[in-house]
C-alpha cells in the first residue's frame, strides 16, 4: 500500500511489535495523529500570531500555555521547542563553547554531543565510565582536573547523559552535576532516553540545561524537542537579538538568535501537544514497563551463554546483550547466517532487532504490554529451542 | 471540533480562501496528507537504516533517490533537507562567518538571516534597495566597496533573496551573484519564496547556495526545508565529522557536523518527499497563479485610493498593497475600526489578512483556483463598495 507515488506507507507499529531501541519511545499517541493532520500545513499554528510575534507567545493553538506547563513538569524556570535534542545542544555549545574550550562528556556520549561540540570548534574530553559502564561523581572530578592540568583551562561545559543510548544505564547525574558546579562548570542533561519515559526534576538533579528528544521519548513527530533552562542560563541561551541593519536600523525584537527566531512550529509542534498529556501521565508508571522488560530479558537470558551488558537488574528498557555464546552460534552455521535471527522474530511478528545482528545488540521493550512482553519473551525462547540451543535450568 | 486535549482542530483551508502571505506556498497535498500519517511516528524513517548510517542515504523510504532527484532539479550538486530554511542559513555561517566579519545581506532581508549571522558574530551590512524596492547589481557593487573601504575587509558571504518577503519583489540575483563572485564572495541564494514555486536553476543564476523552505513554499509540514550546494561549496559545507573521543578514539563516519548528524525525519521529510512530484508539476505553470493575482490585484486597484507597493505589473503572487486612502478611511469612524476589513471578508470565506490591518498589508494568491480568485476580486469591491468606497471610472 503506497500512501504517495513512490512511497510505501509504513505500518511497522500496527502490524508489528516493534522493539527497536530508538523508536519505541516516538510512537505517536492517537491524539498526536489527529494533531498532525489538522496542523500537517506549513506555517499552520501562525493563524493567531500577534504582536509581539514570536511562536512560543501564541495563545491559540495553545502554545503559550504548553510551555508554561513544560517548563513547570521539568521544574525549570525557562523551556524553548527545538527541531531535535541536537539542535538544543547547539544552542548551548554556541553560547558557552569557543575555539579551543574544553568540553567536557563522557565515554558512554551520544555522537550528536560531539558535533554540537565540533560545530564550535570546542575539544571534547571524556569523562571514563567504570567497569559497570556508569559514569560516577569521582571519574568526572577526576577528568575536570586532568583537562585544568593539561590544558591549563576549566571545562567551559558538561554534558551528562542521564541513561546512555549505548546501556541504557542510569547515571548519577545529581552527584555528577555537584562536581560539576564546584568548578562552575554549567551541567546540560541529557534527556534523551527520559524525558517522557520517566520523571525528571532538573531543580532537584540540580542541572543547568534539560534536554529532551521530542521523537525519541516524548511519543511526537521528528525532528522535535526541548530546551529548558534555570533563569540564570535562560537570560544566556535565550537572550534575545542585538543586531541591527545598517542602513535600514531595523532590530528584530524578542527573537532569540540561538533559537533563530520562531520555535518549532506545525505539526511537529502540536505533535508534541496533544501527546503531552499522555505522556506526562506514562511517566509515574515506569514500573511497568520495567516489569515487561524483566520478562522478557529474563527470558533472554534463560538461554545457555546469553549475557546481559547493561547494568543488571534494570532501571530502563533500553538494553544491550551479548549473544556471542548463544544465537551467534547458531549463525556460523545456518544458511540464512545471521539473518535467521531476525528472520525468525519478523515471522513471529517482531521487528527492530538490526537484521543480520546476532552477536552484541539492543532492543527496547517500552510501550509493550504485558501480553506483548511475553510473546516477546516465549518467542526468544522458541527461536532459541528450534535452533538447538539449550536453557538454563 | 478538537484534535486533541485543548486543541482545536484547524480547519482554515478547509473552510476558507486563505490568502495570508507566508501560508499560501506550505498547504500539504493529498499525497503529504497520507505521508504524515503513515510516517508520523519519531523515527519512522529509520527502519531500513543500514551502513553508513546516514539518512540521507536510506533507500526505502526513497529518501536517497529523493535528495539526487532535488539536486537536479535546483541544478545544484549536492543536496541535504534541514529544519527550515533559517537552519540552512545557519549551517553556512557558521562555516564562512567568524567574529567581526562583514556579511551582505540587503534592505528587504528576512530577520533570519540577520540572526544566523548574529549567531557567529559577523557584521550585517545591507544593500540598499532602488526606488522600486529592488536590489541591483550596481548596488552591490557599491555597497562591497563601502564595506571594503570602511572595515578593510571583503564580506565574506552574501545573502540574496530571490523574492523578498516585503514586497515579493523579483531581484536580479544572476547579475548580482556576478558581482559578489567578482570579489570571490560566496553567495547563499535564499528562494524562500522561490523553489517550489517557481523554477530556479542554481547553475543557470551562478549561486554558490540554493536555501528553499518547505513549510513556505513547498507543500511540507514545518520545519522543513533544503538546502543546496555546488561541489565545491558542498565539500565545505557538508564536510565530515573530524572529532574524536580522548579515552575511547571513537570518530564518528560520514555524519556532517554543519547538518548536526543526520538530517531531517520523519513526517516532515516524508511530507516533503510526498508533495515533490506535484511540486515539481507546479513551478511550470506560475503564468496561471500570475493571472489570479492579477485578477485580484486589479480589483483592489479599482477601489479610489488603493496603491500597489509592489514592482507592477507582477511577477510573484506575494503582494504588498496601500489602503490608506481607500479602506483605511472607512476605519476612522467604523465601530469596529480596522476590523471591520477583516471580518467583512472573514464572512465572505476569506481568511489571511492581519485583523484590524487596513493601511498597509500583504496577501498571496498562490494555489487559488480561477473561481476563488474572481472571489476575492469581487469580495473586494463589495466591501467598498458597501462602506461607501468610490470604485475608479
Not at 72 to 91: C, E, H, I, K, Y
Not at 265 to 293: C, I, Q, W, Y
Amino acid at each position: 500500500m503506497r500512501c504517495a507515488n513512490g512511497i510505501e506507507a509504513r505500518q511497522v507499529n500496527e502490524l508489528f511489535i516493534n522493539i527497536d531501541p530508538i523508536q519505541a519511545g516516538g510512537r505517536l499517541t492517537a491524539d498526536a495523529m489527529k494533531a498532525v493532520i489538522a496542523y500537517g500545513d506549513g506555517y499552520s499554528v501562525c493563524d493567531n500570531c500577534r504582536k509581539p510575534n514570536r511562536l512560543d507567545y501564541i495563545n491559540k493553538p495553545p502554545i503559550a500555555e504548553f510551555h508554561r506547563d513544560l517548563a513547570a513538569w521539568l521544574n525549570m524556570d525557562s523551556v524553548r521547542t527545538v527541531p531535535g535534542a541536537r539542535r538544543g545542544f547547539q544552542a548551548i555549545t554556541n553560547t558557552y563553547v569557543r575555539k579551543g574550550d574544553p568540553v567536557l562528556l563522557t565515554s558512554l556520549s551520544h555522537y550528536t554531543e560531539f558535533l554540537a561540540i565540533e560545530e564550535t570548534g570546542g575539544i571534547a574530553r571524556e569523562i571514563p565510565h567504570d567497569a559497570d559502564h556508569k559514569i560516577t561523581a569521582d571519574a568526572t572530578a577526576i577528568k575536570i582536573e586532568e583537562v585544568m592540568r593539561e590544558s591549563g583551562r576549566v571545562p567551559v561545559l558538561a554534558f551528562i547523559d542521564h541513561v546512555d543510548y549505548q546501556y541504557g544505564n542510569i547515571h548519577d547525574v545529581k552527584a555528577i552535576a555537584k562536581v560539576a558546579h564546584h568548578y562552575d562548570i554549567p551541567v546540560l542533561y541529557n534527556g534523551a532516553y527520559t524525558v517522557g519515559i520517566l520523571p525528571v526534576d532538573g531543580k532537584d538533579l540540580g542541572v543547568d540545561f534539560v534536554v529532551g528528544s521530542g521523537h525519541k521519548s516524548m511519543a511526537a513527530p521528528a525532528p522535535s524537542g526541548v530546551l529548558a533552562a534555570t533563569k540564570e542560563r535562560a537570560a544566556e541561551v535565550f537572550r534575545t537579538t542585538a543586531i541591527e541593519g545598517d542602513v535600514t536600523k531595523r532590530k528584530f525584537g524578542i527573537k532569540e538568535p540561538e533559537m533563530m527566531g520562531c520555535t518549532l512550529m506545525g505539526a511537529t509542534l502540536v505533535g508534541l501537544m496533544a501527546s503531552f498529556p499522555l505522556v506526562k501521565e506514562r511517566v509515574k508508571h515506569f514500573d511497568r514497563e520495567l516489569e515487561n522488560n524483566r520478562m522478557v530479558l529474563e527470558a533472554l537470558l534463560s538461554v545457555s551463554g546469553t549475557k546481559v551488558l547493561s547494568e543488571y537488574p534494570r532501571n530502563h528498557t533500553l538494553t544491550r546483550v551479548d549473544t556471542i555464546a548463544s544465537f551467534d552460534k547458531v549463525a556460523e552455521s545456518h544458511k540464512k547466517r545471521g539473518f535467521y535471527f531476525s528472520g525468525a522474530l519478523e515471522e513471529k511478528g517482531i521487528v527492530g532487532v538490526i537484521p543480520g545482528a546476532t552477536k552484541v545488540w539492543k532492543f527496547n521493550t517500552y510501550g509493550t504490554t504485558s501480553k506483548q512482553a511475553r510473546h516477546l519473551a516465549d518467542a526468544f525462547v522458541t527461536i532459541a529451542t528450534e535452533n538447538g540451543l539449550s536453557l538454563m535450568k
